[in-house]
T-cell receptor, first 111, second 116 residues
Framework: DSGVTQTPKHLITATGQRVTLRCSPR?????VYWYQQSLDQGLQFLIQ???????AKGNILERFSAQQFPDLHSELNLSSLELGDSALYFC??????????FGPGTRLTVL | GNSVTQMEGPVTLSEEAFLTINCTYT??????LFWYVQYPGEGLQLLLK?????DKGSNKGFEATYRKETTSFHLEKGSVQVSDSAVYFC???????????????FGQGTILTVHP
């Protein structure tokens, strides 16, 4: 158990819908990262937050957004969902820029 | 930009065989290097890491040495077990600076299957 929690574990929704994925980092970790794992793209970095502020951005679509709250948990919002958004979404946390510890992931299926 | 290349898989071995999974990287400066493992139906677990040239990371019988001259971080284990069956990912993280600061860049993953 890495200490990073993600909810929900599975999510099934329809095209065009909007979903919110939640992540709670390890106690004391200020950085939260979001990654997408798909069969065709592999593991791709989406976005990083540090103590509530956006720190780095990767291949994140404009339909996707994220935020980190004062209690340091983070949410990833995915809107206007398409079939190609079906993937595993991982959250990771770290102390500063050190080793990242991953949550169990949320499997999103868009039908 | 930064990139990581892993050997093509899948890799199938018999129990107690020697394992090598090759990983090479392209990055500016001196990134930190990692191996993560993903067991079926689970998230990514940190297996080992190295933060500077010639460092050797080790854990659970797995080892990898940070080779700056060959830009490599090959994963090895002397005697694999059935329980080692998983997907292994090599990754790098830049030390500092720029918009890639903090993010992990992963290789494509190598599926390892160990038979009894």
């Amino acid at each position: 158990d890495s200490g990073v929690t993600q909810t929900p574990k599975h999510l099934i929704t329809a095209t065009g819908q909007r979903v919110t994925l939640r992540c709670s980092p390890r106690s004391g970790d200020l950085s939260v990262y979001w990654y997408q794992q798909s069969l065709d793209q592999g593991l791709q970095f989406l976005i990083q937050y540090y103590n509530g502020e956006e720190r780095a951005k990767g291949n994140i679509l404009e339909r996707f957004s994220a935020q980190q709250f004062p209690d340091l948990h983070s949410e990833l919002n995915l809107s206007s969902l398409e079939l190609g958004d079906s993937a595993l979404y991982f959250c990771a946390s770290s102390v500063g820029q050190n080793t990242q510890y991953f949550g169990p992931g949320t499997r999103l299926t868009v039908l | 930009g930064n990139s990581v290349t892993q050997m093509e898989g899948p890799v199938t071995l018999s129990e107690e065989a020697f394992l090598t999974i090759n990983c090479t990287y392209t990055a500016t400066g001196y990134p930190s290097l990692f191996w993560y493992v993903q067991y079926p139906g689970e998230g990514l677990q940190l297996l080992l890491k190295a933060t500077k040239a010639d460092d050797k990371g080790s854990n659970k019988g797995f080892e990898a040495t940070y080779r700056k001259e060959t830009t490599s971080f090959h994963l090895e284990k002397g005697s694999v077990q059935v329980s080692d069956s998983a997907v292994y990912f090599c990754a790098l993280s830049p030390l500092s600076g720029g918009t890639s600061y903090g993010k992990l860049t992963f290789g494509q993953g190598t599926i390892l299957t160990v038979h009894p």
